[in-house]
């Protein structure tokens, strides 16, 4: 066996990756603070600091140094997940209820104790996990959850978030249901050419600070997680992490301004839904006395200060689009780092989170503190999103692996069943995989359509792959889980005094404005 067999520089490799990690953990978990607190605050920061990176070392040294010979033989998912009982998903289920719940009944216990609700749902499933499929096969699917999915995934949201947070828009920005319309447009077609992660966190300050004398706000947020968070970012690759995918595995970069229908039917139902609401709630407010900005004689003029974080931001871009070409057009990008069993780290995915972190870094150094200070800005959200979010990866191991062993044999023949399936599973889990499953299971199932689309796997009709595309990128706002740029937006919005629904209130509202529209999309495009 070829994976038993590595030598000592495959150790050495992992030893060189197992320290980069940790500093790129630590980054996360421990940023620099704006204010200098005392020196007590300090000392406990700092017993903080070191127990978070010493976690974030141990975990990493651990999953890298791990020799494949003091371990058992991996499996191929395909037998795990066939054997795989459903039972392993209690806790992803249960982190999911603790997300949803413990902010409501143990508010304050909840904000000191999530690293340690975290690590208990994630240990509760290794450990029965490891003690059924071996050590060896556990090792593999936790460092691949980790290496493969999750660090990628946290990185290009840091940076994102830091570079977004360095940009200021200033000016006379009065949030009345109007302008919220139109800067809910704007920030719907940025989604698809800067990310929705990009346009989520690039928008979602100035949007408060125009309705920041409002009562009722909460509308606002929620129809920006709908259409800036999720729904703009069909139409290109850098759009979604789905379509990425996509257009890695064959799919042409631009055949998914086919979603441009579907897209501009769900932005105008929504935005028109929006303004009801809205102007409902603004006329609410000015009966209640709520007073709206004054706007002084000599206008004051849209201003953006730290613009040249663009150039930071486009470089993000750009990294992003790069770890899709370049694998598939320089034969040297197609070589990985090997970690352990099938685990790998692309050259591409390195040289994409270097540019990533290196745009953070710059944007960091090169911005006043003026701007994040006018920005309200914190590291309190992406905090809070990394600690989670590892948790979800983790736990949500036996979903995936259940789904890519017995996707095929749901039963899914008709547009309509794609686009349900993917999206109700994409909004609790991670929609990428998700896709992925449905993409290779319609690609290799013989599908006859008018329009074939030729990609790497096979040929999908072109109804299934439109399907399949707006279910997967679409419904990730079901959930705050659903888009990781959701719970960026909870959380930032929460910062600023925004009362945001519980995890169910948000689905109240999901399942009463989305769902509908998602019907409309079934009957118009996916059935007649």
């Known amino acids: 066996d070829l994976r038993m067999s590595r030598g000592l520089g495959d150790v050495y490799k992992r030893q060189v ?63 795990i997940g066939d054997n795989l009982s459903l039972l392993y998903c209690i806790p992803f289920a249960g982190i999911l209820l603790c997300i949803a719940i413990c902010p409501l009944v143990a508010g304050e216990w909840w904000e000191k104790r999530k690293p340690i609700v975290v690590a208990f749902w994630s240990l509760a499933f290794l450990i029965p996990f490891a003690i059924a499929v071996g050590m060896g096969t556990a090792w593999e699917e936790l460092l691949e959850a980790i290496i493969g999915d999750y660090l990628t995934f946290i990185v290009l949201l840091f940076g994102l978030f830091c570079v977004a947070g360095n940009i200021s828009l200033e000016g006379d920005l009065v949030g009345k249901p109007k302008l919220n319309v139109l800067l809910l447009l704007i920030s719907t077609l940025l989604s698809s050419w800067i990310g929705t992660t990009g346009a989520s966190m690039l928008m979602i300050r100035p949007m408060i600070r125009a309705n920041k004398w409002r009562r009722r706000k909460v509308q606002v947020m929620v129809f920006f997680i709908f259409l800036v968070s999720n729904i703009g970012g069909c139409l290109t690759p850098v759009g979604d992490p789905p379509l990425l995918m996509g257009f890695m595995n064959g799919v ?69 689009i790069l770890s899709g070409v370049l694998p598939k057009t320089v034969p040297f990008f197609k070589g990985s780092i090997h970690f352990y069993g099938e685990v790998e780290l692309g050259f591409a995915s390195i040289l994409e989170m270097v540019m990533i972190l290196a745009a ?31 948790g979800i990866f983790v736990t949500m191991i036996p979903a995936l692996l259940i789904l890519k062993a017995r996707g095929a044999s749901l039963g899914v023949n ?103 529209v998602f019907i409309i999309d079934m009957l118009v495009f996916f059935i007649f």
């Open 17 to 79: 990756f197992c320290l980069i990690f940790w500093w790129i953990g630590y980054t996360i978990v421990t940023p620099k603070r704006e204010s200098r607190p005392s020196i007590k605050q300090r000392r406990r920061n700092t017993m903080k600091k070191l127990q978070r990176a010493l976690s974030v070392f141990v975990m990493m040294l651990t999953a890298c140094l791990t020799l494949p010979s003091m371990a058992q033989a991996a499996e191929t998912t395909k037998s």
């Open 252 to 320: 042409d970069f631009f055949w998914s301004l086919n979603l441009l229908p579907v897209m501009i039917l769900n932005v105008v139902l929504l935005l028109a839904l929006f303004y009801v609401i809205d102007s409902r709630a603004y006329k609410k407010d000015l009966a209640e006395g709520a007073k709206q900005p004054e706007v002084s004689g000599e206008h004051k003029k849209l201003r953006l200060n730290g613009a040249h974080n663009i150039i930071f931001l486009v470089m993000i871009i750009v990294a992003v």
């Open 360 to 390: 953070a870094f710059l944007s960091y150094k090169t911005t006043t503190k003026e701007v994040r200070e006018a920005n309200h800005f914190t590291w309190d959200a992406i905090q809070e999103v990394a600690t989670l979010f590892i």
């Open 414 to 516: 008709e547009p309509w069943q794609y686009f349900w399936m993917t999206g109700l599973l994409s909004s609790f889990l991670d929609n990428t995989p998700t896709y992925l499953v449905f993409f290779t299971t319609a690609a290799s199932s013989g599908l006859a359509g008018a329009s074939m689309i030729s990609t790497a796997i096979g040929q999908i009709p072109k109804i299934f792959l439109m399907a399949i595309s707006c279910g997967a990128v679409f419904m990730g706002a079901n959930t705050y889980i659903g888009n990781a740029p959701n719970f960026m937006v909870r959380s930032i919005a929460e910062e600023n005094d925004i009362k945001m629904p519980s995890f169910f209130g948000y689905m109240g509202w999901s399942i009463s404005c989305l769902i509908p």
